[in-house]
């Protein structure tokens, strides 16, 4: 269940409700306490609003706050924590969380870097990692898992979501899913967007 790269894990821009959904998006993992999950948090990103950036500023002190980041002092996993980014991006002001694993100390700066990046495409696309992670960010608990021995013990503990064909719902392992079960779970104004290789 290792995952650890930086990617973007959800498009729009998050409300509250959205955002606190997203802090915890693998509730559902097996073993929950048992193991260091810190992969498959550390290096995930989605962008938020003005409010809930300055909700999160005013909630508890910082860890420490840098040249347009702060860190929360509470750890989601032993070295990972969220990371608050202000970033100026073609002439807009905009707010980003991020989770990083503080035992690279380089790596809120590698990712502030990669946010800018890729938040700088010249043609809005999305690559086939980045549809999968917005389904999974967006279905609901109760359409979506990891897999316990359903798909065989080289699958165990990947994601899972319900997809529907022919009037009846069959889960599936979400790496698994066509280009066009994943058009489907994409909201209406993302399913036309060009597939970008990924790079």
């Known amino acids: 269940m290792t995952q650890s790269s930086i990617r973007k894990i959800y ?17 559902q993992r097996p073993n929950r306490w048992e193991n260091d999950d810190s992969g498959l948090f550390a290096g995930e990103w ?23 980041m702060f860190a929360l ?14 970033l100026r991006i073609d002439g807009k002001t905009r707010y980003f969380h991020a989770y990083c ?17 890729r938040e700088s495409w010249p043609v809005k696309a999305m690559t ?4 999968l992670e917005h389904v999974w960010s967006a ?7 990891y897999d316990g021995e359903r798909f065989g013990a080289q699958h ?6 319900l997809v529907y064909g022919l009037g009846t719902p069959e889960l599936k392992l979400l790496g698994d899913l066509t280009d066009d079960e994943i058009a489907a ?3 209406v104004h993302l399913r036309h967007l060009p597939i970008r290789a990924a790079a």
Request: glycine share 4%; aromatic share 10%.
């Open 73 to 86: 002092r509470e750890f989601l996993t032993e070295s990972v924590t969220s990371v608050f980014y202000t």
């Open 128 to 131: 086939r990692a980045e549809r």
């Open 156 to 161: 165990r503990g990947k994601p899972t979501t």
């Open 185 to 187: 779970k994409l909201p």
């Open 101 to 117: 694993d503080l035992a690279r100390p380089r790596l809120p700066v590698e990712m502030r870097d990669a946010i800018v990046e």
């Open 46 to 68: 989605f962008e938020i609003a003005r409010a809930e950036h300055d909700y999160m500023l005013d909630l508890l002190p910082p860890l420490w706050m840098r040249s347009g």
């Open 11 to 27: 498009f729009g821009v998050a409300d509250r409700r959205q955002m606190f959904r997203l802090f915890d998006r693998h509730a």
């Open 139 to 145: 279905t609901h608990d109760e359409y979506r898992g």
